[in-house]
């Protein structure tokens, strides 16, 4: 697992390379699916969800939308009743379905396709349901490759 160091100027210190790092270099370390943990420099406390969270702040900032309003005052909504572990186990759930979601996407012989970010596809292609009383077969709800 990479260490690195944040100090209080800001500054992102990987102690495995013994390079300072961008947030860009963090971006490139999740997607090179890399194992780190980002520390503060004055008292070794674990900050990684702080710097992340800040990475998707300063791109909202340039314009990506990256989290629905919805969903943030609903987290601050939560956080103000107390049901932070509440949230916390619901987002986890979300990641790990998302995770898992491979096995739909990425086999070519899966009979299965789905994209758990895309529910508005899901909505559009909404099954007749209909149809599915009137067969009552799983099998005819799979989409075909």
Same mark, same amino acid.
């Given at each position: 697992m990479i260490k690195i160091k944040k100090y209080a100027n800001r500054r992102l210190y990987n102690t495995e390379s013994s390079t300072y790092i961008t947030q860009e270099d963090i971006v490139n370390l999740i997607l090179n699916? %890399? %194992? =780190? +943990? @980002? @520390?503060?420099? *004055?008292?070794?406390?674990? !900050?990684?969800?702080?710097?992340?969270t800040q990475i998707i702040l300063d791109r909202e900032t340039r314009g990506s939308k990256i989290i629905p309003e919805e969903l943030l005052k609903k987290l601050i909504i939560n956080h103000k009743r107390n049901k932070?572990?509440?949230? &916390?186990?619901?987002? $986890? #759930? !979300?990641? *790990?379905f998302a995770n898992a979601s491979h096995l739909f996407e990425n086999n070519p012989n899966s009979e299965i396709k789905f994209n758990p970010f895309d529910?508005?596809? &899901? =909505? #559009?292609? /909404? @099954?007749?349901?209909? /149809?599915? $009383? +009137?067969?009552?077969?799983? /099998?005819?709800? @799979? +989409?075909? *490759?």
């Open positions: 699916d %890399e %194992e =780190f +943990k @980002i @520390i503060n420099a *004055n008292n070794n406390e674990d !900050i990684t969800s702080l710097v992340l932070t572990n509440d949230t &916390y186990t619901f987002l $986890k #759930n !979300i990641t *790990n529910f508005q596809e &899901y =909505f #559009n292609n /909404k @099954i007749d349901k209909d /149809k599915f $009383k +009137k067969t009552n077969r799983p /099998k005819d709800l @799979i +989409k075909s *490759n």
